[in-house]
């Protein structure tokens, strides 16, 4: 079994967000069933009545700590695709790359994962080693979520408190700290009318002056040391915003107008000061405001014991933060938990998505590495 044939199988299942995992998460459990793992399924149904599914494995006596492995089996839309020798779902090797989508975020990862297992002899197993599929990653973790309330072999990993890694693409650096997220969405209703008559009320001139006050906000916690963290770069909370009125012609007065807003968080931030804030802001414009998702911020303390095995491991000198967020969010109960996988981050969600063959086998010699060293005698 290796991660180049791993991958080409995983990257031919178009399995964004926004359908159905279940045909990619049925591969995820034949090739666990296949390794000799205990498998457990995991459905529900998505706010479109879209059925999701997560699969977990548990491989190795019942027994120890053990190891934990998490990864994702979503991939982010395809909107356009400039790579000219394949298509996005027809992955290709190239001058050391495999291209496609979900090569890199992250069905690299769990392709070295599996081929990790696979090289070992499962009989010097005396500890346990799992590894747990989510779905709904990239809109919102819903899938870890999931894990976290339903799932009887999380519980077992939180009881054992498994040495856990997310497999997100670090190019095997340890991160032991990524930011939250906050998302809200904001209403501004209006009248529909002809654009020639005053007989409506445009909703985006209702949302306008909450915009002015949002930006005054965003330049006022940018400087302001109470809403920064220096471990992380960028250090600020990051806002970005999207606004859409959905507006069917320009001779309508616009009848609604939303502005969504996603906000970066990291660990220690009084995020409840923001929310009230802008919760403050809305009544006061007479709009809407809603909160779609919160995610905590991960960290794990860089001088801990485990972070610095890791970092011998790796042979690396120190670990790091990113301004990015995983499924690690939800896991908070683990105590023992970094962000490390193959591939660069800089690739995922791009157009042209690869990842080297160099770092899928370094990847899966790290993978082997780790749990021959805490797994197996």
């Known amino acids: 079994m290796h991660s180049v044939s791993l991958l080409s199988e995983l990257i031919a299942f178009p399995s964004v967000s926004r ?29 479109q009545g879209i059925t999701k599914a997560c699969v977990s494995g ?10 934990a492995y998490f990864c994702h089996t979503d991939v982010v839309p395809v909107t356009s695709w400039s790579f000219p020798k394949s298509g996005p779902w027809e992955p290709l090797q190239d001058d050391g790359k495999l291209y496609g989508r979900g090569s890199c975020d992250m069905k690299g990862s769990l392709a070295c994962m599996l081929a990790a297992v696979a090289a070992i ?7 346990p080693i799992y590894i747990v599929c989510t779905a709904d990653e990239e809109v919102g973790l819903v899938g870890a979520a999931k894990i976290v309330a339903e799932s009887a072999m999380y519980r077992e990993i939180v009881e054992r408190q498994c040495r856990a890694i997310i497999g997100e693409p670090t190019l095997l650096n340890v991160v032991h700290a990524h930011k939250g997220g906050q998302g809200a969405t904001v209403t501004a209703e209006g009248v529909a009318a002809h654009s020639s ?29 109470d809403f920064e963290d220096d471990r992380f770069e960028p ?12 507006n069917a012609a320009l001779n309508i007065t616009a009848p609604k107008s939303v502005c969504t807003i996603c906000l970066r968080t ?55 933060t990113v301004a990015y967020g995983t499924d690690g969010s939800c896991f908070q109960e683990l105590q023992d938990i970094v962000v490390l996988g193959p591939g660069d981050i800089r690739q995922a969600h791009t157009d042209d998505e690869w990842i080297s063959l160099e770092q899928l086998q370094a990847g899966t010699d790290l993978y082997r590495t780790l749990a021959e060293r805490w797994c197996c005698e």
């Open 266 to 320: 990291m660990p220690g931030i009084d995020v409840d000061k923001i929310t009230q804030r802008l919760e403050a802001m809305a009544v006061r414009h007479n709009v809407k405001i809603e909160w779609s998702y919160a995610t905590k911020p991960l960290f794990t303390d860089p001088e801990s014991d485990y972070v610095q095995e890791l970092l011998t491991v790796t042979g690396t000198k120190a670990s790091q």
């Open 58 to 67: 548990r491989l190795g006596p019942d027994n120890g700590r053990g190891m």
């Open 235 to 246: 250090p600020t909370i990051s806002m970005n915003i999207g606004i859409n009125d959905n």
């Open 19 to 47: 359908v159905s995992n279940v045909e990619v998460s049925r591969w995820a459990e034949t090739q666990l069933e296949a390794l000799g793992f205990q498998t457990e399924w995991l459905e529900y149904r998505d706010e």
């Open 197 to 225: 008559s005053d007989k409506g009320l445009n909703a985006n001139f209702v949302m306008i002056p909450f915009l002015a006050e949002l930006n005054e906000f965003r330049e006022e916690i940018k400087g302001n040391p």
């Open 121 to 127: 002899d499962p009989q010097k197993l005396t500890h």
